[in-house]
Nanobody, 129 residues
Framework: QVQLVESGGGLVQAGGSLRVSCAAS????????MGWFRQAPGKEREFVAA????????YYVDSVKGRFTISRDNAKTTVYLQMNSLKPEDTAVYYC??????????????????????WGQGTQVTVSS
């Protein structure tokens, strides 16, 4: 069974930076596409970023492009989300997720929560104004 554990969340001022991590155990991490989602209070879970395992192609929601960077270290079985120029609207619980299936090239596939098989418990990120 794959387990995902997020860490690195916290409180940061607007304009600041934070890096959240997701450590995976079990399974074959190098063959999982990894994604980050977030959920703010009273809102639905929202796709943030993903990195495909086969070619490290990355995907981002428009609102974080140019500010957030997703990366992975297969040797450490960890995926990262570097968040720069943070805004109060980035405040949310951030979840990582893993998709164990073969690479998918359909538009929007990795932005859908139901494309993923495993989820972490989340880490809180709060951006103060």
């Amino acid at each position: 069974q794959v387990q995902l554990v997020e860490s690195g969340g916290g409180l940061v001022q607007a304009g600041g930076s934070l890096r959240v991590s997701c450590a995976a155990s079990g399974g074959t991490f190098s063959r999982y596409t990894m994604g980050w989602f977030r959920q703010a209070p009273g809102k639905e879970r929202e796709f943030v970023a993903a990195i495909r395992w086969s070619d490290s192609l990355t995907y981002y929601v428009d609102s974080v492009k140019g500010r957030f960077t997703i990366s992975r270290d297969n040797a450490k079985t960890t995926v990262y989300l570097q968040m720069n120029s943070l805004k109060p609207e980035d405040t949310a619980v951030y979840y990582c997720a893993a998709d164990r299936d073969l690479p998918n090239y359909s538009s929007g596939y990795y932005s859908r929560a139901n494309s993923y098989d495993y989820w972490g418990q989340g880490t809180q990120v709060t951006v103060s104004s």
